[in-house]
């Protein structure tokens, strides 16, 4: 069936380092792709999206491509702050409207 | 105004008991849905209503009964609770069923079964 895989955490930085978060998808069709954000103690916030091959999702310096032909939709942003860490979470939009979602990424950045 | 609320946002309880979780959108929007998060993280859909109708009902024990009034509100009921059903369990809605329509999230409810 349709699935999400990213990559496992934690995720340790220093701030104003590089950032990826690898994502891949199984899926029949032509799903949306998501990334959604969790900080602490709060609910699920969508961060980007992409609907269609080679469509870049961009929101408050993250960036994420869907690629079809290697079923990726990696996060990335350029200079991580103190303020990102959270859990980070890839997810797809099935055929049938059922939203599958990867198993989350905790990503901590230290000052 | 909050757009996705849930109530309560912290619930304890003892096996056994039965209790409900309530979900309010106030975007206008047709689908609503349930979702179940684990110690992990890891998230799962449970339910999902378009309309008020019944649309994604996943693998869940029929200790758990949806409800949905209006098209505004999708509250989850549980019966019998067992210490497996301690997760935060998230709410959400989007506009409809199309494929791209983003799903928005409420703040969740901490579920805590003794």
Not at chain 1, 3 to 11: A, F, K, N
Not at chain 2, 73 to 94: M, R
Request: glycine letters at 8%; proline letters at 4%; hydrophobic letters at 30%.
């Amino acid at each position: 069936g349709d699935s999400v895989t990213q990559m496992e955490g934690p995720v340790t930085l220093s701030e104003e380092a590089f950032l990826t978060i690898n994502c891949t998808y199984t899926a029949t069709g032509y799903p949306s792709l998501f990334w959604y954000v969790q900080y602490p103690g709060e609910g699920l916030q969508l961060l980007l999206k992409a609907t269609k091959a080679d469509d870049k999702g961009s929101n408050k310096g993250f960036e994420a491509t869907y690629r079809k032909e290697t079923t990726s939709f990696h996060l990335e942003k350029g200079s991580v702050q103190v303020s990102d860490s959270a859990v980070y979470f890839c997810a797809l939009i099935t055929n049938n409207n059922d939203m599958r979602f990867g198993a989350g990424t905790r990503l901590t950045v230290k000052p | 105004d909050t757009a996705v609320s849930q109530t309560p946002k912290y619930l304890v309880t003892q096996m056994g008991n039965d209790k409900s979780i309530k979900c309010e959108q106030n975007l206008g929007h047709d689908t609503m849905y349930w979702y179940k998060q684990d110690s992990k993280k890891f998230l799962k859909i449970m339910f999902s209503y378009n309309n008020k109708e019944l649309i994604i009902n996943e693998t869940v024990p029929n200790r758990f009964s949806p409800k949905s009034p209006d098209k505004a509100h999708l509250n989850l009921h549980i019966n019998s609770l067992e210490l497996g059903d301690s997760a935060v369990y998230f709410c959400a809605s989007s506009q409809s069923t199309g494929v791209s329509d983003t799903q928005y999230f409420g703040p969740g409810t901490r579920l805590t079964v003794l």
